[in-house]
């Protein structure tokens, strides 16, 4: 009697899928995306975090940072080719990647797929939420670069709309989200964190680094909202130009 043998299905292993070469330009496009949003986005946004803390210290504090980074040698080519272009790149190829994905956690509610359409949402969120920052404070008004004094009190006038101060508290948690959950794609991705031991633990790290940031950008605000109101000085004039 002749036996049926069935094929073996193959085991599917749990996890981050790796970067593999092979796949044609999207290989190399995908690689850029993940590398752009760590290195220069990623310590941009740590060192904008930190920057934007000194208002906790006081108006003086933070022109005097304001000031300082401005006067930074080539800040406009610094600008230029490590944060704006890069994070033109990186925003627009994220649209693409998630025009071009499908939503399934209806149909699988898996935390991995919860936390890939928070990506895809915190991002789009994250991108509207600088793109609005650069435009206020960059494009209209004083010229911070060369009244950074004015610093304070323009951000100050911002926050006298409460939505506006809504505005900021969920691109900052959006933000902080994004770049966090980013990271520990990217450790899985290009094979820094092997095995989910391994992942598990990266995770935790990148979870209290999304809470430290969110923290900082509530000390931040923080120090906007609790001093006496600052206002323009009406003599500093406007001037559209970039500024840091």
Not at 190 to 197: M, V
Request: proline fraction near 5%; glycine fraction near 10%; hydrophobic fraction near 45%.
């Amino acid at each position: 009697m002749a036996s049926t043998t069935h094929p073996v299905a193959p085991r599917i292993k749990p996890g981050v899928a790796p970067l593999r070469a092979g796949e044609g330009t999207s290989f190399l496009l995908h690689r850029l995306h993940s590398l752009s949003g760590v290195v220069p986005i990623g310590a941009f946004l740590v060192e904008h975090f930190i920057s934007n803390a000194e208002a906790f210290k006081g108006p003086l504090a933070y022109g005097r940072q304001v000031e300082l980074l401005n006067s930074l040698p080539g800040v406009l080519l610094l600008e230029l080719f490590f944060i704006w272009i890069p994070i033109l790149y990186h925003g627009l190829y994220g649209i693409y990647i998630w025009y071009r994905g499908d939503t399934n956690v209806a149909d699988y509610p898996w935390t991995g797929n919860w936390l890939y359409t928070y990506q895809r949402w915190t991002g789009i969120v994250a991108l509207i939420y600088m793109a609005q920052h650069t435009y206020s404070l960059r494009f209209t008004g004083v010229h911070l670069a060369t009244h950074p004094m004015q610093s304070f009190a323009k951000v100050q006038a911002e926050f006298q709309n409460p939505w506006m101060i809504g505005f900021y508290a969920v691109g900052i948690v959006a933000a902080s989200w994004h770049f966090s959950y980013g990271v520990w794609l990217f450790a899985a991705k290009w094979g820094i964190t092997t095995g989910e031991r391994a992942r598990r633990r990266f995770g935790y790290l990148c979870l209290a680094l999304a809470l430290g940031l969110v923290s900082i950008g509530a000390a931040s605000m923080y120090g906007f909202l609790s001093r006496p109101y600052q206002p323009l000085d009406s003599n500093a004039g406007s001037e559209n130009i970039v500024m840091r």
